[in-house]
C-alpha cells in the first residue's frame, strides 16, 4: 500500500511540473506579439547644399587641364606631372624630397600637396 501511494504522489508531482511548464511557456507566448509590420523610421531632413560645394563644382567641372590624380607606375615611381606620392592604405602623401619619398609606392599621384589635401591625405610628418 505505501507503494502505491508513493507512486501516486510522484506521478501527480510529475503531471503538475508538466502542467506548469505548459501553462508558463503559453503565458510568455501571450506577452509577446508579432507586430504586423516591421518599423518604420522616418525619412532623413534634407541638408542644404554647402556654398563652397556648390561654388567649386562648376569649377571643377570647366576644368580641362587633365585629371586630379593618377595611379602610380608600376616601379613606384610618379608621373612626371603628378610628383606628389599618396598610399591609400595609411591615408598619408610624401613630396618629393621628403624621407621616405624614394621607398614610397604609390597607390594615386597628385600634381600639387594641395591637390592631395583636398582629397582628404595627410602630409608625412618627415
Known sequence: MTGTALRRTVMLALFAVGVGAVLSWRRGQATM????????WPPLPQRPPDA????????????TTGPVWLPGNDDGSAPPTHPVKVKESSGIFHVPGGRF????KPDRCYPTAAAAEADGYRRSKT
Open 33 to 40: 506579439p508579432t507586430p504586423a509590420q516591421p518599423p518604420q
Open 52 to 63: 563652397a560645394a556648390t561654388a567649386s563644382a562648376p569649377a571643377a567641372a570647366s576644368d
Open 101 to 104: 619619398y624614394d621607398r614610397t
